[in-house]
């Protein structure tokens, strides 16, 4: 008798690398419980995005995403790099999901203040409880509690700040 493989069920997800012209990434901050802060982690440090909803595509759910969380409005017409993909499998990562599959785009602006569509009260039911404009300094020298997704931001994130814009995307691990 042979077994049917289990088809892993993972979560879609689109997030963008927003850098401004002093080269300052804009993180958000996800608390537990949401599904990418591990257990006895306060917190995460992200790229702002998240899930591709049924028949949306990755780059209409970036736009809808970012206006959302952080107000910043891309140009439907805008040139968006695809600059890594990210796949993290593991049985019961997020509630229904045995996984994620990150597509995260580059995003250059004019740093600007963080205010999404979404009120402090829907930002808070998504789990997000800050955003931040981050030096890459600040990043790798880093020794607090929180942990950042990818893991090691700061190395991929080098590379985007030097001017180098990855084709086909850098695949990332955890």
Do not use: K
Request: with cysteine; charged share 25%.
């Amino acid at each position: 008798m042979s077994e049917t493989p289990v088809t892993a069920r993972l979560r879609r997800a689109v997030r963008a690398i927003i850098l401004a012209d002093d080269d300052r990434v804009l993180l958000c901050r996800f608390s537990f419980p949401h599904p990418a802060v591990p257990t006895g982690a306060p917190g995460v440090w992200a790229a702002p995005g998240g899930g591709i909803e049924p028949g949306e595509l990755p780059l209409a759910a970036l736009r809808r995403e970012l206006h959302e969380e952080t107000g910043l409005v891309v140009d439907v017409d805008a040139h968006v790099p695809h600059v890594w993909h990210q796949e993290v499998a593991v049985p019961d990562h997020a509630d229904g999901y045995d996984g994620v599959v990150n597509d995260y785009f580059l995003i250059r602006t004019t740093r600007f203040d963080p205010r999404g569509a979404l009120s402090d009260d829907d930002l808070a039911a998504e789990h997000i409880s800050g955003m931040r404009w981050w030096r890459h300094d600040d990043i790798a020298e880093y020794g607090g509690a929180d942990l950042f997704s990818p893991r090691d931001l700061a190395t991929p994130l080098a590379a985007l700040i030097a001017g180098d814009v990855p084709d086909p995307p850098v695949m990332l691990g955890l």
